[in-house]
């Protein structure tokens, strides 16, 4: 059953791991405070049980996935009526894998919600496949929830690089933070040399730092012009170092409530479907990572 409210909704999959809990409580949270209704949403895939066919799946296991399918939805739907108990919630449980399921449930979304561990908890299987997946091809922004308890009167934090899903990612985070009346930082973290070469290594005794500094402190200042007038409630606090884009974010990622990137960076190749600075914000960020595509939402 789908919310009739195209785009006023937000999509949280639920696969009956604690993670997937986690991420539904989130959603509720945020479908509170938007004002939005809730969708969960259950793939169930059935797979196959052998090469060539030479087997059948046993009696009743379809039943058997089925039926665990509509617990783990109850499962969640229940912890939601619990914290939100005049939230507008809906359940899908839908035939198929995870990712085709969860795009198309996205074309009429506003946010999809996943939890950072699938069921069984093998760290890593949902970030590795699932959630990679869906962030590529989604047509809305993705939130991956990581972090135990994300602060509640911690900052928004953004990364900014001046990419085209960088600028999209900007926008995203002024909403965020002026929505939620929290700071918002805005992270750019600059490299001069991205080989080891002897000519790359002799070129840091002849650069003029400060005024690489300067340069990359005025990129950040022109990413953020014309923000000021349409958001003048958010206090701005700008991050910038000589240091790779991702270990700075996850730095200044600690203490903070969510963290906005883009899909793919200024330095991603272009074939790459999720840059190297998303996969490494969800795969290891200490609070609730919202990654969006260009021109999403």
Request: glycine content about 10%.
């Amino acid at each position: 059953m789908t919310s009739n409210v195209v785009g006023r909704q937000i999509v949280a999959a639920v696969d009956g791991s604690q993670s997937a809990l986690d991420a539904v409580r989130w959603a509720a949270d945020e479908a509170a405070r938007r004002g939005m209704a809730l969708q969960l949403t259950h793939a169930m895939s059935f797979g196959a049980i052998a090469y060539g066919g030479a087997y059948a799946w046993p009696k009743g296991y379809f039943e058997a996935v089925e039926h665990a399918g509509r617990v783990f939805l109850a499962d969640a739907e229940s912890l939601v009526h619990k914290s939100h108990p005049g939230l507008s919630v809906t359940t899908q449980l839908v035939e198929g894998s995870p990712v085709p399921v969860l795009v198309d449930a996205s074309e009429h979304a506003a946010l999809i919600v996943l939890g950072s561990r699938g069921l069984g908890g093998f760290t890593g299987i949902l970030i590795g496949s699932t959630a990679t997946a869906t962030i590529a091809r989604a047509h809305c922004p993705v939130v991956v929830v990581r972090g135990d308890q994300p602060a509640p009167d911690g900052p928004v934090v953004v990364g900014v690089d001046g990419s085209p899903t960088s600028e999209d990612a900007l926008a995203w985070a002024y909403e965020e933070a002026s929505s939620r009346g929290v700071e918002l930082v805005a992270v750019h973290g600059w490299t001069e040399f991205a080989s080891e070469s002897s000519y790359a290594f002799a070129r840091q005794f002849i650069v003029d730092w400060d005024a690489v500094q300067t340069r990359q402190e005025q990129h950040l200042a022109e990413r953020l012009a014309g923000y000021a007038e349409k958001y003048p409630d958010v206090t701005v606090r700008r991050v910038v170092e000589g240091c790779r884009a991702r270990q700075l974010l996850l730095d200044q990622a600690r203490g903070a409530q969510l963290v906005v990137v883009g899909s793919r960076g200024r330095a991603e190749l272009g074939g790459l479907l999720l840059g190297s600075t998303s996969q490494a914000l969800i795969r290891h960020a200490p609070c609730p990572v919202l990654v969006v595509r260009a021109h999403q939402g």
